[in-house]
């Protein structure tokens, strides 16, 4: 009898105490109605077929609307064929990638066509380029900018893949007329082996601003944290047990960033390795806690977003499931 009451003991010891308390909504989005124009707050979700879902306030509590794929307007001469064009509010406008390779034949994103540079249209109008040397692609179909260094421009992030040594992080920005590396992490060290940006912030609260991405997530990824120093990307904060892609799929926004507790620092929300679990995480203090984990019952078939849809000021996170169910989890604290 007291060996089995110790042992109880220890189990309620060992079991996680989750900071915050999550309700869900699930929506059937085959039984939404056809898309209107909505005000106020919105998160917006891309499907695998390139449909919009729009998640807002008003339903029971949320509601959804899906707009079918609508034609891509042209893209610039020579860009990769599934780029996504990235719009800016600072010094860049415009940012898409560019000179389509099949140098590079690892095929993470569907296919072998990677991207043999970056272009971009500054605020000023001018254009500006870079073109990889023969020993490296750009894999990747977006390129997403982000003030890294606080001065107040944006730097374009892009996973820079090199043919004999792996996946790199790498910080592009304009100097002189032209589109230059300036920082870079070091490559995971094997060919075929590519990371995925989750996005940029203070996820730490030291009052810089660091790069996250999760190396290798579909063979047990790892959450690394990255600060600009000098020239490099340098090695911050990590946890292992992430993934934010699927082998061979387009969609690239498996994560969300979103202050989940209100404690003034970004938090990520993203897919466990295996993505059977949501994880909502911080690593506020310079040290990792989970503040949820929640079960997905059934495969991801969209981007995952966050927002304050009802005004509360409190997150809700949003993402659809396989057999069109949206789910809208809200943060209650």
């Known amino acids: 009898m007291i060996r089995y009451a110790v042992s109880i003991l220890v189990l309620l ?22 898309a209107v124009a909505t005000a106020g707050a919105r998160i ?33 001469a020579d860009a990769l064929p599934d780029t996504v064009v990235t719009p800016g509010a600072r010094n860049i406008g415009l ?3 560019t000179e389509p390779t099949r140098r590079y034949g690892h095929g993470v994103l569907g296919d072998a066509i990677e991207a043999g540079g970056v272009a971009a249209k500054l605020a000023d109008g001018t254009m500006a380029r870079l073109t990889l040397p023969s020993d490296s692609v750009f894999e990747d179909r977006v390129p997403r900018l982000a003030d890294l260094d606080g001065d107040g421009t944006d730097e374009i992030l892009v996973v820079r893949s090199f043919l004999a040594a792996g996946a790199a992080l790498s910080v592009v920005a304009p100097r002189d007329g032209a589109l230059k590396i300036v920082a870079q992490a070091d490559p995971i060290g094997l060919p ?9 912030a203070d996820f730490d609260g030291d009052g810089r601003t660091e790069a996250a991405v999760v190396i290798t997530p579909h063979i047990g990824g790892t959450l690394q944290l990255y600060e600009w120093r000098g020239d490099r990307l340098t090695e911050d904060l990590s946890e292992y047990g992430f993934s934010n892609h699927a082998m061979g799929a387009r969609e690239l926004g498996l994560s969300a960033i979103t202050d ?6 970004a938090d990520m929300v993203l897919p466990d390795a295996g993505r059977s679990h949501l994880v909502g995480l911080t690593f506020a203090g310079g040290k990792y806690a989970e503040l949820f984990r929640r079960p997905l019952h059934g495969r991801l078939v969209s981007s995952i977003g966050a927002g304050d849809l009802d005004g509360d000021g409190r997150p809700e996170i949003a993402y659809v499931l396989s057999g069109g169910k949206l789910i809208v989890l809200s943060v209650k604290r």
């Open 192 to 200: 075929n082996r590519w990371l995925n940006p989750v996005g940029a």
């Open 260 to 265: 989940l507790n209100g404690d003034g620092v």
């Open 44 to 76: 917006e979700l891309t499907l695998e077929d390139s449909s919009l879902v729009r998640v807002t306030a008003g339903g029971a509590p949320f509601a959804a609307t899906v707009t079918p794929p609508l034609p891509h307007p042209p893209l610039p």
């Open 95 to 97: 940012a898409w990638l």
């Open 13 to 34: 010891a060992a079991a996680p105490a989750w900071a915050l308390e999550i309700k869900s909504q699930i929506i059937d989005l085959a039984a939404q109605a056809p």
